[in-house]
């Protein structure tokens, strides 16, 4: 109705306007009679003027002005009302799948921030001191809690938790909170740490200690390549493989460090502060890295050798746990029942072992006697009710149907078997299917009899790989809660988890979310106590470094030509040591967050 009106309005004033040239004849005057008295000539400024139109036009603009006003109004007014008759434009949610994404680029994203800042702190406080870069070192440790956090959620969501979709919009928000709360707890230190380095003023002193870095890493690295031939000639082929290319990749990175070094001293000699300061940044990446690789390599090796002198008595302490659990089990044929002797309830099932006393007694429940043709809750509960089979273990004193058993009764056979019950190594065996424990006993019997047989071979091993088969077979059977097991397994699967996160470090430019997801699992399963647990790190660690690789492979060469390969320019650019989005590689990240990370490659050198 508003802008009929405006309409309306401003066709009035068209008319008006238009009017008084219509009342205005240009037909051959006529001509007046003489005889009639002539009237007074009309002045010349009764004629029609420009003043007459000033008013139609005056209307018109006023007419359009309130028009357009009271338009402007009521679409104001129909966006924000929140009553019935109004609705409210609000932009759509974007899809689940988009904010999946968004979330798994931010994980991958924050985990190289924390990483690059750990690096260069470490150069830092080579030349200032643990106590000036500790609140660096606590910003970090803030960031990486937030991270841990994120990498939760987005474990439990793969896992399909929660099941709605607010609630799982809901929970990759929060992976994207905690990540952009860690990045900023990065960002706040950023200036400060710039600060202590002063590197735009005092680059001398941080070039000294990149450069002794750099030289001792040199030394090192060209005594890997003994360590890996005197690995290769004691260990199978499989020992190694974590580490294959790891001393090239070494020298790659070393190469790429020799190249920006060199730079930084001469734009240091040539007055460039800032060109200078992100040639040291750069070679700094670079020394990071190849010092990453050379220490996988030595780490290795101690972890073959620890791993060798502990294969021995984790393979007694195996066969000692594995003959506790066998020695419960009943033989063939031992404790048959009659047909009609119980009900059976869990029939094949290992009992609780908190029923045996150690004197053959069984709980009187007020039941009555037990004979062989009735059958109590207590019988069903032992198996030796009706219908019990061949396989049924009764609780701590089988019924032979001889008489009757008591609670103060059992003969010292009765108290053997109670007692044999009651060692059981994991409580978590209990109510297993007997049938399915001897499975578990005869299968680990199995790889424990071939382990030892490749131990005596003469042949060389994998001491690494020996202890997980050991520990993976023995953890449905037992818990390992004492002696050398769980050594063993926190040895197997500490070394795989470093090889993976080694990995991820020196190609964090390539590597998804995915397995930096279960490398984050892994690390946190390494604290468990139970043989369960570690294994399962073992795993997940497995997994990750899988992961990763393909990540690499797909990701390809991200510099093409020999002169970028032969500066080390490739690898710089995989390993995150470039941010990649320039000719030459990009600039160098440093510590901080998405805001300050790339601040020393605002400027070329």
Same mark, same amino acid.
């Given at each position: 109705?508003?802008?009929?009106?405006?309409?309306?309005?401003?066709? $009035?004033?068209?008319?008006?306007?238009?009017?008084?040239?219509?009342?205005?004849?240009?037909?051959?005057?006529?001509?007046?009679?003489?005889?009639?008295?002539?009237?007074?000539?009309?002045?010349?400024?009764?004629?029609?003027?420009?003043?007459?139109?000033?008013?139609?036009?005056?209307?018109?603009?006023?007419?359009?002005?309130?028009?357009?006003?009271?338009?402007?109004?009521?679409?104001? *007014?129909?966006?924000?009302?929140?009553?019935?008759?109004?609705?409210?434009?609000?932009?759509? $949610?974007?899809?689940?799948?988009?904010?999946?994404?968004?979330?798994? =680029?931010?994980?991958?994203?924050?985990?190289?921030?924390?990483?690059?800042?750990?690096?260069?702190?470490?150069?830092?406080?080579?030349?200032?001191?643990?106590?000036?870069?500790?609140?660096?070192?606590?910003?970090?440790?803030?960031?990486?809690?937030?991270?841990?956090?994120?990498?939760?959620?987005?474990?439990?969501?793969? +896992?399909?938790?929660?099941?709605?979709?607010?609630?799982?919009?809901?929970?990759?928000?929060?992976?994207?909170?905690?990540?952009?709360?860690?990045?900023?707890?990065?960002?706040?230190?950023?200036? +400060?740490?710039?600060?202590?380095?002063?590197?735009?003023?005092?680059?001398?002193?941080? !070039?000294?200690?990149?450069?002794?870095? /750099?030289?001792?890493? =040199?030394?090192?690295?060209?005594?890997?390549?003994?360590?890996?031939?005197?690995?290769?000639?004691?260990?199978?082929?499989?020992?190694?493989?974590?580490?294959?290319?790891? #001393?090239?990749?070494?020298?790659?990175?070393?190469?790429?460090?020799?190249?920006? !070094?060199?730079?930084?001293?001469?734009?240091?000699?040539?007055?460039?502060?800032? @060109?200078?300061?992100?040639?040291?940044?750069?070679?700094?990446?670079?020394?990071?890295?190849?010092?990453? /690789?050379?220490?996988?390599?030595?780490?290795?090796?101690?972890?073959?050798?620890?791993?060798?002198?502990?294969?021995?008595?984790?393979? =007694?302490?195996?066969? #000692?746990?594995?003959?506790?659990?066998?020695?419960?089990?009943?033989?063939?044929?031992?404790?048959?029942?009659?047909?009609? $002797?119980?009900?059976?309830?869990?029939?094949?099932?290992?009992?609780?072992?908190?029923?045996?006393?150690?004197? @053959?007694?069984?709980?009187?429940?007020?039941?009555?006697?037990?004979?062989?043709?009735?059958?109590?809750?207590?019988?069903?509960?032992?198996?030796?009710?009706?219908?019990?089979?061949?396989?049924?273990?009764?609780?701590?004193?089988?019924?032979?149907?001889?008489?009757?058993?008591?609670?103060?009764?059992?003969?010292?056979?009765?108290?053997?078997?109670?007692?044999?019950?009651?060692?059981?190594?994991? #409580?978590?065996?209990?109510?297993?299917?007997?049938?399915?424990?001897?499975? *578990?006993?005869?299968?680990?019997?199995?790889?424990?009899?071939?382990?030892?047989?490749?131990?005596?071979?003469?042949?060389?091993?994998?001491?690494?790989?020996?202890?997980?088969?050991?520990?993976?077979?023995?953890?449905?059977?037992?818990?390992?809660?004492?002696?050398?097991?769980?050594?063993?397994?926190?040895?197997?699967?500490?070394?795989?988890?470093?090889?993976?996160?080694? /990995?991820?470090?020196?190609?964090?430019?390539?590597?998804?979310?995915?397995?930096?997801?279960?490398?984050?699992? #892994?690390?946190?399963?390494?604290?468990?106590?139970?043989?369960?647990?570690?294994?399962?790190?073992?795993?997940?660690?497995?997994?990750?470094?899988?992961?990763?690789?393909?990540?690499? *492979?797909?990701?390809?060469?991200?510099?093409?030509?020999?002169?970028?390969?032969?500066?080390?320019?490739?690898?710089?650019?995989?390993? @995150?040591?470039?941010?990649?989005?320039?000719?030459?590689?990009?600039?160098?990240?440093? /510590?901080?967050?998405?805001?300050?990370?790339?601040?020393?490659?605002?400027?070329?050198?």
């Amino acid at each position: 109705m508003r802008v009929a009106h405006a309409v309306l309005g401003g066709a $009035a004033g068209l008319v008006w306007l238009v009017l008084p040239g219509m009342t205005i004849s240009t037909d051959v005057p006529v001509a007046i009679s003489t005889d009639a008295p002539v009237a007074a000539a009309a002045p010349e400024d009764e004629e029609t003027s420009g003043a007459d139109l000033v008013l139609p036009l005056v209307v018109v603009g006023a007419v359009g002005a309130l028009a357009g006003y009271a338009y402007l109004r009521r679409t104001r *007014r129909a966006r924000t009302r929140t009553t019935p008759g109004g609705t409210r434009i609000t932009p759509p $949610a974007p899809p689940l799948t988009e904010l999946d994404e968004d979330s798994r =680029t931010l994980l991958a994203e924050a985990d190289t921030w924390i990483r690059t800042s750990r690096e260069e702190l470490s150069f830092a406080e080579a030349r200032s001191g643990p106590a000036a870069v500790a609140p660096f070192a606590r910003a970090v440790r803030d960031a990486e809690s937030e991270l841990s956090a994120a990498f939760r959620i987005r474990r439990q969501y793969d +896992a399909g938790v929660p099941p709605d979709e607010p609630s799982r919009r809901h929970a990759l928000a929060g992976i994207v909170g905690r990540c952009q709360e860690a990045g900023r707890r990065l960002d706040e230190e950023a200036a +400060a740490l710039d600060q202590l380095r002063a590197l735009e003023g005092e680059i001398g002193e941080a !070039l000294t200690v990149a450069e002794t870095r /750099f030289r001792e890493l =040199t030394g090192r690295a060209v005594a890997t390549g003994t360590t890996l031939a005197d690995l290769a000639e004691r260990y199978a082929p499989s020992a190694t493989a974590p580490v294959t290319g790891y #001393a090239e990749q070494a020298k790659d990175r070393l190469v790429f460090a020799t190249t920006h !070094l060199n730079r930084s001293r001469q734009a240091v000699d040539s007055g460039e502060a800032e @060109g200078a300061v992100r040639q040291l940044r750069a070679a700094e990446g670079a020394i990071a890295q190849a010092a990453a /690789f050379v220490d996988g390599i030595d780490r290795l090796a101690a972890e073959l050798g620890a791993a060798a002198g502990m294969v021995a008595s984790a393979l =007694t302490g195996a066969e #000692a746990e594995l003959s506790g659990v066998r020695g419960v089990l009943p033989t063939a044929g031992e404790w048959q029942q009659p047909a009609d $002797a119980g009900t059976g309830a869990m029939t094949g099932a290992v009992p609780d072992a908190g029923a045996g006393t150690g004197t @053959g007694a069984v709980p009187d429940t007020g039941a009555g006697t037990r004979t062989g043709g009735g059958g109590t809750a207590e019988d069903a509960r032992a198996g030796t009710g009706p219908g019990a089979g061949a396989d049924a273990v009764p609780d701590a004193v089988p019924d032979t149907g001889a008489g009757t058993t008591r609670g103060g009764g059992g003969t010292a056979e009765d108290a053997g078997r109670a007692t044999r019950w009651s060692r059981l190594p994991d #409580a978590a065996l209990l109510g297993v299917p007997v049938g399915e424990l001897r499975s *578990r006993v005869l299968h680990a019997d199995t790889v424990l009899t071939s382990v030892r047989q490749e131990l005596t071979g003469g042949r060389p091993y994998d001491p690494l790989d020996v202890l997980r088969r050991i520990v993976r077979v023995l953890a449905p059977v037992a818990t390992g809660r004492a002696g050398v097991l769980p050594a063993a397994a926190r040895l197997a699967a500490g070394s795989a988890t470093a090889v993976a996160d080694t /990995f991820v470090t020196t190609h964090r430019g390539s590597v998804g979310a995915d397995a930096r997801t279960l490398l984050a699992a #892994a690390r946190e399963l390494l604290d468990a106590a139970s043989l369960t647990d570690l294994v399962r790190a073992h795993t997940l660690a497995r997994q990750a470094r899988e992961l990763a690789e393909q990540d690499v *492979r797909v990701h390809g060469n991200p510099v093409a030509g020999a002169a970028e390969h032969e500066q080390g320019a490739a690898g710089a650019v995989l390993g @995150g040591i470039l941010l990649g989005e320039d000719a030459d590689g990009g600039p160098p990240p440093s /510590f901080g967050g998405p805001h300050t990370r790339a601040r020393r490659g605002l400027t070329s050198a």
